[in-house]
């Protein structure tokens, strides 16, 4: 499932050379109870074309506690989290960085109302839908286009313009209007979740404009090679299940199970197992509930080996969700399907999955953006930032990251000499708001441009 979540910073200092900026009119924000301000940022929907039409982003500031060093910009992923809500429910996560820092963060374009945003929003049938199935034939990859061409247009129709222009390089541009308004310098920033891919395409763009840039439990999405990352993708979900099986042979009282789920899945690719009146699980969904599951760590493990066995046994009731959707699902991609490269042909889907099933023979293609691109296939609007390796030149960078995410973090930062990536060993998604050896690390990278030793661990 894809539910990506994320953060966002930036410190700026004045500096004469730069171009007059547009002021930004700071005001209490609406319903404020903890002291934030709100101001209006006037961007172009369509960067080039900076004397068209505008559109605006909410700004939110909580100002440090102590004196001032600069300005951080949050943003908190999805890609959709208001960051003004988000900010206020979860300030005490940014005590320390606030006595030196003030704290800004924006609500991004195209997410308004219903995602609790203050930005111009795009009027969508905001909605999750299962991932379809892979096209067997090249009449199924037709139709799985129109079906998606059709769902999107339910979006686009309303704004065109807005719609073609919602892709993570978009909200990069948004970012440096933003850093401009508040008269600075260089940009600091943290990225959590999809935010990191913000921070990714701000990195190509404006590359001399980074000062720091956190980069946590993210996608990598500076590669040459889109068809090698999305197999990495799978082949850490192949971790994930590995653990799981390790600790069932360990233990003891699960050794049987490894072996049930793998002719589990291989029975159900061929005929799907009953989980609840007309609900029933074909492999790639067992594989993909796994997975969730199997990130979860040893809490999770002993359900997980018993749904296994239940599942072998022809009920599949316990990998039903307790709550939401009943099949593995996804948001509707309107910023993810201007980021993330798309199969133009059944043939060319097909080579992508047989390598993913190559790095990942457990996992397979669930939980990879093999799946999770499916419902990109017949797109009204095209991959407007695509994948790209980092440039040179760019400052030592910082990544942080749990189970999965530490590796696809890592591939990224690799690119940029000097950089370090903390690790966690064990489940999670982004560390700087529970873990507090990581969150005093990043601090003090933001603050004073110090990195951690290589190779810490949290």
Known sequence: MFKPLLLALALVLPTPQQSPAPSLAWSPCPGDKIGMECADLQVPVDWSKPDGRRITLKLG???????????????YGGPGGPGIG????????????????????????????????????????????PIPEFPRDDAGFGRLSDTNRGAA??????????????????????????????????????????????????????????????????????????GAEVAAMAADNERHLRRF??????????????GKFRSLVRRADRTPVRAAAGVAYTGRDLRSFAIGRARQGEPGWPALAKAVRRAHAGDASGFLPERGARYPDQSTGVTECTDWPRPASRAELDATVTRVRRAAPTAGAANTLAAGSLACIGWPAPVTNPPAPLPKGLPPLLGAGAWGEFDAVSRILAQVPGSVTIAHDGPGHTLYGANACARDHIDRYLTDGRLPSQGTTC
Request: glycine share 10%; proline share 2%; hydrophobic share 35%.
């Open 245 to 258: 099986f390790t600790w069932c042979a360990a233990s003891g009282d699960c050794r049987d199970v490894p």
């Open 86 to 129: 988000l900010t206020q429910s979860l300030s005490s996560w940014w005590t320390k960085l606030r006595a030196r820092m003030d704290l800004v963060t924006w609500d991004t374009r195209g997410y308004g109302r219903q995602f609790g945003g203050l930005a111009t929003g795009l009027d969508c049938t905001w909605t999750r839908l």
């Open 153 to 226: 247009e339910v979006c686009r129709h309303n704004d065109p313009e807005l719609f073609a222009h919602m892709s993570s390089a978009d909200h990069a541009r948004d970012m440096e209007a933003i850093r401009k308004a508040l008269g600075g310098d260089r940009l600091n920033y943290y990225g959590a979740s999809y935010s990191g891919i913000y921070g990714q395409a701000y990195a190509r763009l404006f590359p001399g404009q980074v000062r720091t840039m956190v980069l946590d439990g993210t996608l990598n999405h500076s590669t040459a090679d889109w």
């Open 61 to 75: 500031r909580l100002k440090a506690t102590g004196r001032s060093e600069g300005s951080v910009l949050i943003s």
